[in-house]
């Protein structure tokens, strides 16, 4: 039976909101440390803070790369992964430059991402490529995912949660049937509730962005206390909402 732990493991907490206060920033951090989510997803310039707040323990710091249209130059991508890496970063959500996919620089794109993956595996640290589906038809959603796993990506991602749409079910489902088993699937923008994680779940999923993880952790411990936590069959499932 799936547990609360489990849940919280799927989780990248995210700080990315650009107004955040540094306030706001390690009020977050705490929130991840209470549920011990996989990651704390934060703004690079607050990478430094996150990695000295969540020293010993099993939070790992992620941060964004290109964010949040993908469209900055792929030396500055490699700055922005090489800076975030010696800050404390151990996982990179790079925006892929979906700009370049829609006008057919199918090998501009793959440099881009390779460029990033070359960095961060040499570092020890892994890649999630952000798709960006609104934007895609499902044609380009395919193609999206083959590149990124031709170069190296660890994790295809659905969303930045800033564009015109988020995550969904049917694209989840089409990305795992895209990609090999050999990368992973984040869910992105949307992700609000606990039965809308365990419908990404079901979908092919193992992590989900989320700022509603304090919401998604008090849902899961209930119903672990009245043994209605239970994983979904792969189904439609709940709608999932636009945005972080």
């Given at each position: 039976m799936i547990k609360p732990i489990d849940i919280a493991k799927m989780i990248d907490h995210s700080l990315l909101r650009p107004e955040f206060t540094l306030q706001q920033v390690i009020d977050g951090l705490a929130v991840a440390k209470?549920?011990?989510?996989?990651?704390?997803?934060?703004?690079?310039?607050?990478?430094?803070?996150?990695?000295?707040?969540?020293?010993?323990?099993?939070v790992l710091v992620s941060t964004v790369i290109g964010f949040p249209h993908g469209t900055l130059h792929s030396a500055s991508k490699v700055f922005e992964a090489e800076?975030?890496?010696?800050?404390g970063a151990v996982e990179l959500d790079m925006v892929m430059n979906y700009s370049r996919l829609l006008s057919g620089e199918d090998d501009q794109v793959a440099a881009d991402i390779k460029a990033v993956v070359d960095v961060a595996h040499r570092q020890g640290a892994i890649v999630k490529v952000i798709l960006e589906n609104c934007y895609l038809t499902d044609e380009l959603k395919v193609k999206a995912c083959r590149i990124c796993e031709a170069a190296g990506a660890d994790f295809v991602k659905t969303s930045t949660g800033f564009g015109s749409g988020g995550a969904t079910i049917e694209d989840l489902r089409l990305m795992r049937q895209t990609v090999s088993e050999k990368v992973r699937v984040k869910a992105a923008g949307g992700v609000r509730t606990l039965d809308q994680l365990l419908a990404a779940r079901a979908a092919g999923a193992v992590r989900c962005g989320a700022t509603a993880t304090e919401a998604i952790m008090s849902e899961a411990l209930e119903?672990?206390?009245a043994g209605t936590l239970i994983e979904?069959?792969?189904?439609?499932?709940?709608?999932?909402?636009?945005g972080y």
């Open positions: 209470r549920y011990e989510t996989a990651t704390v997803c934060v703004r690079p310039c607050d990478v430094s803070l996150a990695a000295r707040e969540l020293a010993g323990t099993p800076q975030a890496i010696r800050d119903r672990e206390k979904l069959g792969d189904e439609a499932g709940p709608g999932l909402a636009k």
